[in-house]
DNA sequence: CCAATAGGTTGCAAAATGCAACCTATTGGA
DNA sequence: TCCAATAGGTTGCATTTTGCAACCTATTGG
């Protein structure tokens, strides 16, 4: 595998993993372009109606999504169509989008506010995620700390 | 609890909690600040070395961060610094700062190229994080749906 | 065969970002 | 006691990114 950025651009810190994601999807539409190919999206109108998203702006995430393996563009059976799915790394981000989801759900609606829920096949919420130590019990910042590469 | 975000400004998806984390810290800084306050940075000056980010954008996102409750700020005992404390909230950002990292792990890294590791207390790997259905199973993307609010 | 659909591109204005210089308060040491 | 260094900013200006609206081309269904 080859993981690159743009060319002529460099990664912010090249040896940490957070921010090489947030180098790939940390702006401001990729993520929710990504929720929405979790959600169904497949079609250039389908994100630009979801997201009310410019439409240059969708064309670049897209390309660019697609660029990192994340999406894959194909032509739809409908001549006019180009399908946009989610690779085996994209659909890995889910993870991460629930783990977003969750926290939003906790701290950026107050306690009254509606919010819409992300629901199994059986229509239950999800447990909430949580880090886990090698020993099963949960896992703080405190706790851990971050190796250095040599 | 009252959330909001900047005078003037409107969530881009008021019912979504992904679109409205990604509204509160989903740009290229804020979750490296976080990251580094998670890893002991607590000063202007170390979040400003560790990031390389420009002076004036590092003190209008230490700002938000605290306007939206996931950053403390106060004064240190010596009288020059301030001191940047992660909040209640800014601490639960962890598991998906994990999420993040896990992902970036798997996809953002060639195979043979090096890059750092969260471990716990006793220094070792974090087991993989996923979201599980009730019934304790895993849980992708496809087997799971958002409600929207009524 | 023509209007509607789909997926763009282009030009320009507005906003966000980055850089370097400057400013003020506190501190520790000669 | 004073003064250079430290800390945490602010300001002005150039560059980059984003957003809006108009335009373009290919395919489709009636």
Chains 1, 2 share one sequence.
């Not at 190919?37 to 240059?56: K, S």
């Amino acid at each position: 595998m080859d993981v690159t950025l743009a060319a002529g651009s460099a990664w912010t810190d090249p040896a940490c993993p957070v921010a090489r994601t947030v180098d790939l999807i940390g702006d401001r539409w990729s993520l929710l372009i990504i929720r929405d190919a979790m959600d169904g999206a497949t079609a250039f109108t389908e994100f630009h109606q979801r997201l009310g998203i410019a439409r240059n702006i969708l064309t670049d995430r897209l390309r660019k999504l697609v660029e990192h393996g994340i999406l894959d563009k194909s032509a739809a059976t409908d001549g006019r169509r180009q399908t946009y799915r989610l690779t085996e790394a994209g659909q890995d981000l889910f993870t991460a989008v629930v783990a977003l989801r969750q926290w939003g759900e906790r701290h950026a609606f107050a306690p009254d506010e509606p919010h819409s829920v992300l629901v199994d096949g059986q229509g239950r919420e999800l447990p909430e995620l949580r880090p886990l130590g090698q020993d099963g019990a949960p896992l703080s910042a405190e706790a851990s700390r971050v190796r250095k590469t040599a």
